[in-house]
């Protein structure tokens, strides 16, 4: 298979640019540069102001690269997990800054490189780090976790409602010999479908192969332990754009944004405050923004993703 371009339009471009608020003059960072798509945008409107975009993955790092060459000084690109964007920046000498972005899908990039073993939809070796320098791959998890683990993930993270039967399956299956490619896990997960859903309820392996993706990078543990300090390293008036695509990380990012919004943690009945938590701003996006009509036609990948945006606010 050919060279995979990172060319598709990123999800809810238009909305996430807008929702930045964007200052000529400010500090940008984002934390899931992929291949450059947020970036460009946001770069194209500075022009005294500094963009840092971060990605672990280093094929993400070179086209990204290569979209922003133009731009040059401008723009600082750091290979890393999100999760360390902030330490990252304080070691350059950055005190704050204001506006991060973070779209949480898997690139297209990723899913149609095969041998990144992202997609149920190619046969290839089972892999799916989006980080190749760490050593946990999803073949690890699929032939060394015990079966009451394996049923925890697909059923906490693939929310599928026949994870237990999945998990016996592929327990069963590996003792028969190692389990290497997405084309065995395909199989053995149709066969613990009931035929009926197979036919009705879409791709039988995507629930489980994207709950395997999510242990294997440590993707909601990551995002939990991001937002508190991301959201405290903006400067006043800078806003927080996230994008996620499925209910587990947008369940997150709603809680901590409305927790950051209204800390406070004494008993309704007190007529004043003496926690001491102070809001650190306000959630600007009430109800998640959702991708148009005409997005959804035009990208099929943004059937489920939603934009939450906070802007910090000192009082």
Do not use: W
């Amino acid at each position: 298979m050919g060279e995979v371009q990172f060319s598709h339009k990123s999800v809810l471009l238009d909305e996430t640019i807008e929702g930045l608020n964007i200052r000529p003059d400010g500090i940008y960072v984002d934390g899931t540069l992929g291949g450059g798509g947020h970036a460009y945008h946001v770069v194209k409107q500075l022009k005294d102001g500094h963009f840092y975009g971060v990605d672990q993955d280093a094929a993400a790092i070179n086209a990204a690269g290569e979209r922003l060459s133009e731009f040059g000084d401008k723009v600082t690109i750091i290979r890393d997990n999100y999760c360390n964007a902030v330490s990252r920046l304080k070691e350059s000498g950055v005190t704050g800054v204001d506006g991060i972005v973070l779209d949480l899908g898997v690139s297209s990039y990723q899913l149609d490189t095969v041998e990144r073993g992202f997609s149920y939809k190619y046969d290839t070796d089972l892999d799916m780090r989006m980080d190749q320098r760490q050593s946990l791959s999803a073949k690890e998890i699929v032939n060394e976790y015990s079966e009451m683990d394996l049923f925890r993930i697909i059923r906490d993270y693939g929310e599928d409602q026949f994870a237990k039967n999945i998990a016996k399956h592929i327990v069963r299956a590996r003792s028969e010999g190692v389990i290497s490619t997405t084309g065995q896990l395909n199989e053995i997960i149709k066969a613990a479908i009931p035929m009926k859903m197979r036919i009705n309820g879409g791709h039988p392996s995507k629930r489980t192969f994207q709950a395997i993706r999510i242990e294997c990078n440590h993707e909601l543990d990551v995002l939990k332990e991001s937002l508190d300090g991301m959201i405290d390293f903006l400067n006043d008036g800078g806003r927080f754009c996230i994008i996620t695509f499925h209910s587990l990380e947008d369940r997150i990012v709603k809680s901590a944004f409305r927790k950051n919004e209204n800390p406070c943690t004494c008993p309704t009945h007190f007529p004043v405050c003496v926690c001491g938590n102070a809001s650190k701003g306000k959630v600007i996006t009430r109800k998640p923004i959702i991708p148009t009509d005409k997005e959804l036609e035009e990208n099929k990948r943004s059937k489920s993703a939603k934009l939450r945006i906070f802007e910090k606010k000192t009082v």
